[in-house]
């Protein structure tokens, strides 16, 4: 499209003012109404597998759905023939101001007050869009606009989820943005309002420090922040009320985060003039869902979110603490009983008939108390089998020393491996190298640079790490949706990093990609 094309015979295309994956927007002029308007005009082209045209042609129905004043107005929609393609193009109301992404781009930081507008009015523009049963699902600062009168507006609802509609994506298909994608939504367990209020957390959070939560060049990265990770505190001057309002909507289950976009608009306004409309539960304390979860394989229907009670701010919500007589009679019974609880167990130690401090003598057949024996492959006993298990003042046997240096996935002791090892012709993969006689395998001792395995098997990484002297190496799964999809095992990411210095018998983690189509195990 050109510069002074007429679309529709009345919308007169004046200039590119954003571009996306699907369109750009143009501004123009409707010459039939003598107003300004804004066009976003389909991208030629797209992948047809995708349905881009039934996606514009949701994103133009969502859009007229809502009302509200954080709501972009539609005027048009329509298509109609240009040469050999069809043009498909949406008309609506021109924003005449900036997206929150370039105004952070000259600013970098926006004060806690502004921060807390900004957040309060785009969650209320969400929960107009709840209550319809819409989830945008790719909140971020470029699909915030802020007008010439300081108002904001939510757009971009291309790849929204809208209730008793046919899915438009493979239902393993993760959308969203990384740096602002909703843990649920990277597991595709399902999203809800609550997946937009994490999205419009983060955007706060890159508001009041100039970084979204979990900033990394390695996509990898961004994504395990999101999943398991906390975000890095807040600056010092930050108000205590508004990295509350931020902490609450960053929270990794739906359930804790807040009710509505209507409850956080109003903790948002509340939290610059220190009091707090509403009572924060703590974690894990189950709260009423804002809409059902759409499960990953089928859309199901989305339940529109109900308008919560709001205690008003003059009336800052107070949590009365119980009586603290009973509380603290029934603390002292508890206490009671575990001293007494625990002069029973010494007094029985005390008298156990086993206990001693001599070694079990080496005649003696079977295992040492600590059952840490093993058995060779022709039936005869090793040196670990009877051997010298010896008990110290610590309490601390031989064997259970020489297991504390690692994990077995199967939650057994070192003495498990070595009998493994021993019936397969003495070779122990767990240890991913040779023991010695006594079956326990020698530790280098000093330290070293850990030398980056990503994009390696598990093994192959397990047995690289070994080779340099790094011989405590686990292997953990991880949740990491990726195009194209990393080969089963592959190794994603490892802690301590690449480059980083660490001793040799230091455990070193490799999270890796499963694949559940995949039977073979990852780990040993």
């Not at 349905?51 to 929609?77: H, I, M, Q």
Request: hydrophobic fraction near 35%; aromatic fraction near 4%.
């Amino acid at each position: 499209m050109d510069s002074g094309t007429l679309i529709a015979g009345r919308y007169r295309l004046d200039r590119v003012i954003a571009s996306g994956g699907m369109g750009a927007v143009w501004r123009a002029e409707d010459e039939r109404l003598d107003r300004t308007v804004a066009v976003k005009v389909l991208h030629a082209g797209l992948d047809g597998s995708q349905r881009p045209r039934d996606r514009f042609e949701r994103e133009a129905k969502t859009l007229a759905s809502l009302k509200g004043p954080g709501c972009v107005e539609v005027y048009d929609f329509g298509e109609e023939p240009d040469g050999d393609r069809t043009v498909v193009f949406l008309v609506m109301e021109l924003v005449d101001g900036v997206s929150l992404a370039e105004l952070l781009h000259l600013e970098e930081r926006l004060d806690p007050e502004r921060t807390m507008r900004i957040v309060a009015e785009a969650a209320e523009a969400l929960a107009t869009a709840h209550r319809r049963g819409i989830v945008h699902r790719d909140i971020k600062p470029g699909n915030i606009l802020i007008d010439a009168d300081g108002r904001v507006k939510v757009v971009d609802f291309g790849i929204s989820l809208f209730a008793n509609r046919a899915r438009l994506t493979p239902s393993d298909q993760v959308l969203g943005t990384a740096p602002y994608v909703s843990p649920e939504q990277l597991r595709d367990k399902g999203v809800t309002g609550q997946s937009d209020l994490y999205s419009l957390g983060a955007v706060a959070y890159e508001c009041l420090t100039g970084a979204p939560p979990f900033d990394a060049a390695d996509p990898a990265a961004v994504i395990h922040g999101h999943l398991y990770s906390e975000p890095p505190a807040l600056p010092a001057d930050v108000p205590v009320e508004v990295a509350g309002v931020v902490s609450r909507s960053l929270s990794k289950s739906p359930e804790e985060r807040w009710e509505s976009g209507d409850v956080l608009a109003a903790a948002a306004r509340a939290a610059t003039t220190g009091q707090h409309p509403v009572a924060t539960p703590p974690a894990g304390t189950p709260m009423e869902a804002t809409a059902a979860s759409v499960p990953a394989a089928e859309e199901a229907p989305f339940t529109p979110l109900a308008e919560p009670p709001v205690t008003p701010p003059s009336q800052p919500a107070v949590v009365e603490p119980p009586a603290e007589g009973p509380r603290r009679r029934r603390r002292m019974v508890f206490v009671g009983l575990a001293v007494v609880l625990v002069l029973t167990v010494i007094t029985v130690l005390a008298l156990n008939p086993f206990a001693g401090d001599g070694k079990v003598a080496d005649d003696d057949e079977g295992t040492s108390p600590t059952g840490a024996a093993s058995a060779s492959q022709d039936g005869s006993t090793t040196p670990a089998s009877t051997a010298t298990s010896e008990t110290g003042a610590e309490g601390t046997s031989a064997a259970e020393e020489s297991s504390a240096g690692g994990d077995n996935s199967d939650g057994g002791s070192e003495g498990d491996a070595e009998t493994d090892g021993a019936a397969d012709g003495g070779s122990n993969t767990g240890g991913g190298g040779d023991e010695d006689a006594g079956g326990n395998e020698p530790v280098q001792e000093g330290s070293g640079e850990v030398p980056d395995v990503r994009g390696q098997t598990t093994f192959d990484a397990r047995d690289q790490l070994n080779a340099e002297g790094f011989s405590n190496v686990v292997a953990s799964v991880g949740y990491y949706y990726i195009t194209p999809e990393p080969e089963h095992c592959t190794v994603i990411q490892q802690t301590p990093g690449p480059g980083e210095t660490a001793d040799y018998g230091a455990q070193i983690t490799l999270s890796f990609h499963e694949r559940t189509a995949e039977g073979t195990s990852c780990t040993w």
